[in-house]
Nanobody, 120 residues
Framework: QVHLAESGGGSVQAGGSLRLSCVASGYTSTIGWFRQAPGKEREGVAAIRTAGGDPYYANSVKGRFTVARDVAKNTAYLQMNRLNPGDTAVYYC????????????????WGRGTQVTVSS
């Protein structure tokens, strides 16, 4: 099982940006980014496959967030722009070989998460 570690979370004002990183201990087929706000279910945000193809985004972040990966470094990134208070959550990266890219149940390895707080 691959180990994942997120970094880059923090506090930012609405309209600001953050970039999250996810370092994997080995090869991963697909990296997904998820978030969970207090009292809410875990929500898929974005995903990207090693084999290529277009990244996939949840409608709530499309046009604001960009996912990318550096395969040589086993690292994935989530660039988050135009953040708003609704984006406040713990953000997780996950690895697996999902059929449905934003279904958290199809990912086998998870990081511990990084907090993102957006103030108005």
């Amino acid at each position: 099982q691959v180990h994942l570690a997120e970094s880059g979370g923090g506090s930012v004002q609405a309209g600001g940006s953050l970039r999250l990183s996810c370092v994997a201990s080995g090869y991963t087929s697909t990296i997904g980014w998820f978030r969970q706000a207090p009292g809410k279910e875990r929500e898929g945000v974005a995903a990207i496959r090693t084999a290529g193809g277009d990244p996939y985004y949840a409608n709530s972040v499309k046009g604001r967030f960009t996912v990318a990966r550096d395969v040589a470094k086993n690292t994935a990134y989530l660039q988050m722009n135009r953040l708003n208070p609704g984006d406040t959550a713990v953000y997780y990266c996950a690895a697996g070989s999902p059929q449905t890219l934003l279904n958290p149940n199809e990912y086998s390895s998870w990081g511990r998460g990084t907090q993102v707080t957006v103030s108005s």
